[in-house]
């Protein structure tokens, strides 16, 4: 029977619509409406091929393989159904089987970089290490369909793996990309905290020892001396100052001193509803996962991810404490929330560590 005008047409708005769930994050919505489509055009191949993406991301993996599947003979000259079918299998462990599917895309579209860009990926996870990470340096089409995330995840395997070696994301970034600056204060900074000191000495005073040391404290931040910080809101709790100000001060202070255990020790000390605001969050689930708490450290840092959606930080160490626990499939949706935040820099920065260690002689 031929397919009429009409049929088209509803096919076609609802396409519109079931790519709108997916969008959206309602993948088996998204699948019900893809399917509508395919009713009305049982040859429709990009809608079965969407078809599948939907239903691997609701969890339907057996009938995603099929439908991309499908969509491969639908389409047989387009290496998109091959592409889709390859994520699958490669977001469900099978490697070599992903491996061929890529293979497969790039058969048909040898030219497509992302193509060239998940034959790296493949070859990354099945321990090809040099030649993963050659495709990848040469093809890498950086925040697109979670590539970024799948290259973090599988760097992190290894680098977790190796931690004793590799160097962490901080150490590689550069302050304007996002790590932290742990240098000394500069001169003029430096200049600016003394004379402040001088003019606001006379007021802290006024208030005893506590205020003494309170001023000495902040403006130990001010030019990054933690350690001296650390001291001085120690000395100020001693002489009598709100127990909690200083435990949130010694917290934070204590974590920029690396020293995460303290950091964890003051920050629990304060009431429940502080803890869970998402300032004291970070710092907390930071503090946590460096001192192997995982378990415990998730919780807070997605409270941080949450709040903070320009800070690569909190996602990239709530993916860690996926990696940490041995749950790499649910890193890549937070390392997805990483490399959005700061693109494309930490999928190459972890890639090149990655080559780094197992250029040492390292194995798995």
């Given at each position: 029977?031929?397919?009429?005008?009409?049929?088209?047409?509803?096919?076609?708005?609802?396409?519109?619509?079931?790519?709108?769930?997916?969008?959206?994050?309602?993948?088996?919505?998204?699948?019900?409406?893809?399917?509508?489509?395919?009713?009305?055009?049982?040859?429709?191949?990009?809608?079965?091929?969407?078809?599948?993406?939907?239903?691997?991301?609701?969890?339907?993996?057996?009938?995603?393989?099929?439908?991309?599947?499908?969509?491969?003979?639908?389409?047989?000259?387009?290496?998109?159904?091959?592409?889709?079918?390859?994520?699958?299998?490669?977001?469900?462990?099978?490697?070599e089987e992903a491996r061929?599917?890529?293979?497969?895309?790039?058969?048909?579209?040898?030219?497509?970089?992302?193509?060239?860009?998940?034959?790296?990926?493949?070859?990354?996870?099945?321990g090809r290490i040099e030649?993963?990470?050659?495709?990848?340096?040469?093809?890498?089409?950086?925040?697109?369909?979670?590539?970024?995330?799948?290259?973090?995840?599988?760097?992190?395997?290894?680098?977790?793996?190796?931690?004793?070696?590799?160097?962490?994301?901080?150490?590689?970034?550069?302050?304007?990309?996002?790590?932290?600056?742990?240098?000394?204060?500069?001169?003029?900074?430096?200049?600016?905290?003394?004379?402040?000191?001088?003019?606001?000495?006379?007021?802290?005073?006024?208030?005893?020892?506590?205020?003494?040391?309170?001023?000495?404290?902040?403006?130990?931040?001010?030019?990054?001396?933690?350690?001296?910080?650390?001291e001085h809101y120690r000395?100020?709790?001693?002489?009598?100052?709100?127990?909690?100000?200083?435990?949130?001060?010694?917290?934070?202070?204590?974590?920029?001193?690396?020293?995460?255990?303290?950091?964890?020790?003051?920050?629990?000390?304060?009431?429940?509803?502080?803890?869970?605001?998402?300032?004291?969050?970070?710092?907390?689930?930071?503090?946590?996962?460096?001192?192997?708490?995982?378990?415990?450290?998730?919780?807070?840092?997605?409270?941080?991810?949450?709040?903070?959606?320009?800070?690569?930080?909190?996602?990239?160490?709530?993916?860690?404490?996926?990696?940490?626990?041995?749950?790499?499939?649910?890193?890549?949706?937070?390392?997805?929330?990483?490399?959005?935040?700061?693109?494309?820099?930490?999928?190459?920065?972890?890639?090149?560590?990655?080559?780094?260690?197992?250029?040492?002689?390292?194995?798995?």
């Amino acid at each position: 029977m031929p397919i009429t005008l009409g049929a088209r047409w509803r096919a076609n708005r609802e396409y519109a619509r079931a790519f709108r769930l997916l969008r959206a994050g309602k993948p088996a919505e998204a699948a019900q409406a893809f399917a509508r489509v395919l009713d009305l055009l049982p040859t429709h191949a990009r809608a079965e091929a969407q078809r599948a993406r939907a239903l691997a991301a609701a969890g339907r993996v057996a009938e995603a393989l099929k439908a991309a599947r499908r969509a491969a003979d639908l389409a047989p000259k387009s290496h998109v159904p091959h592409l889709f079918l390859g994520q699958i299998q490669y977001d469900a462990g099978a490697y070599e089987e992903a491996r061929k599917a890529f293979r497969a895309a790039a058969q048909r579209n040898p030219e497509n970089q992302l193509v060239q860009a998940y034959l790296g990926l493949s070859a990354l996870a099945l321990g090809r290490i040099e030649e993963g990470a050659a495709l990848l340096a040469k093809h890498l089409a950086f925040g697109y369909e979670q590539l970024e995330a799948r290259v973090i995840t599988q760097a992190e395997k290894y680098l977790w793996e190796h931690r004793d070696q590799a160097k962490t994301l901080e150490q590689q970034l550069s302050v304007d990309e996002g790590g932290r600056d742990t240098a000394r204060a500069g001169l003029s900074l430096r200049v600016i905290s003394a004379v402040r000191t001088v003019l606001l000495w006379p007021w802290a005073r006024l208030r005893g020892k506590k205020g003494v040391h309170l001023l000495y404290a902040e403006e130990a931040m001010f030019v990054r001396e933690f350690a001296r910080a650390v001291e001085h809101y120690r000395a100020a709790e001693t002489a009598g100052a709100d127990p909690l100000r200083i435990a949130l001060a010694l917290g934070f202070a204590s974590y920029e001193a690396a020293e995460p255990g303290a950091a964890v020790a003051h920050l629990l000390r304060l009431r429940e509803e502080d803890q869970r605001q998402p300032d004291v969050a970070g710092i907390l689930g930071a503090a946590l996962f460096d001192t192997g708490r995982y378990e415990q450290a998730r919780e807070f840092l997605t409270i941080a991810v949450g709040r903070f959606r320009k800070d690569f930080a909190p996602a990239y160490y709530r993916g860690m404490c996926e990696i940490a626990l041995g749950r790499p499939r649910e890193a890549t949706a937070w390392f997805e929330e990483t490399a959005e935040r700061l693109n494309p820099e930490i999928a190459k920065k972890r890639l090149e560590e990655m080559v780094r260690i197992q250029g040492l002689g390292t194995r798995d």
